[in-house]
T-cell receptor, first 113, second 116 residues
């Protein structure tokens, strides 16, 4: 089994601030996948990124960036110049070879104008 | 991208009745579907995994007689909450994965169940 920990329950920032959401995972699998999802108040999960365990290259997509570090078993997510529309709950998840997902407890991000 | 729908989006039922939630893959064949449950301000908890044409595999602690899952076709899975009680009120989310789409799950928009 895998485990994902999101230690930050809730974060509040002011618009335009940068914010990093932490994610730490535990697994004994050599092949695994890591994900980030956004869940706005509507409830629908919005896929943000998928990373496999063999690809430690960091990724940037607009204001979003992800830092994958196998040495610390972390897959952190940074939002640059946050906006009010970024307010949501963000989930980090890992997936195993059987396509079973393990979700973290989520981090609620409040971006204030 | 792959689209998964759920119906209904919201349902209110009386205690003791049963309610069925449908999960459909609209533009791909879903060989495996997953059902999650999410309580307010909590994470998603996997309830069961269903493969088309076979019985669902339930996670520990999930009552299979209470949460009936049917995956009769490659595009449809249903979750029936039998003899619902107020504590079954929750947000139910399904996801699906198709052939050749390993390590990816496409999530439905969720169904909010309220049992009065």
């Amino acid at each position: 089994a895998q485990k994902v920990t999101q230690a930050q329950t809730e974060i509040s920032v002011v618009e335009k601030e940068d914010v990093t959401l932490d994610c730490v995972y535990e697994t004994r699998d050599t092949t695994y996948y890591l994900f980030w999802y956004k869940q706005p108040p509507s409830g629908e999960l919005v896929f943000l990124i998928r990373r496999n365990s063999f690809d430690e290259q960091n990724e940037i997509s607009g204001r979003y960036s992800w830092n994958f570090q196998k040495s610390t078993s972390s897959f952190n997510f940074t939002i640059t110049a946050s906006q009010v529309v970024d307010s949501a709950v963000y989930f980090c998840a890992s997936g195993d070879n059987f396509n079973k997902f393990y979700f973290g407890s989520g981090t609620k991000l409040n971006v204030k104008p | 991208g792959a689209v998964v729908s759920q119906h209904p989006s919201r349902v209110i039922c009386k205690s003791g009745t049963s309610v069925k939630i449908e999960c459909r893959s609209l533009d791909f064949q879903a060989t495996t579907m997953f059902w999650y449950r999410q309580f307010p301000k909590q994470s998603l908890m996997l309830m069961a995994t269903s493969n088309e044409g076979s019985k669902a595999t339930y996670e520990q602690g999930v009552e299979k007689d209470k949460f009936l899952i049917n995956h009769a076709s490659l595009t449809l899975s249903t979750l029936t909450v039998t003899s619902a009680h107020p504590e079954d009120s929750s947000f139910y989310i399904c996801s699906a994965t198709g052939r050749g789409a390993s390590y990816e799950q496409y999530f439905g928009p969720g169904t909010r169940l309220t049992v009065t």
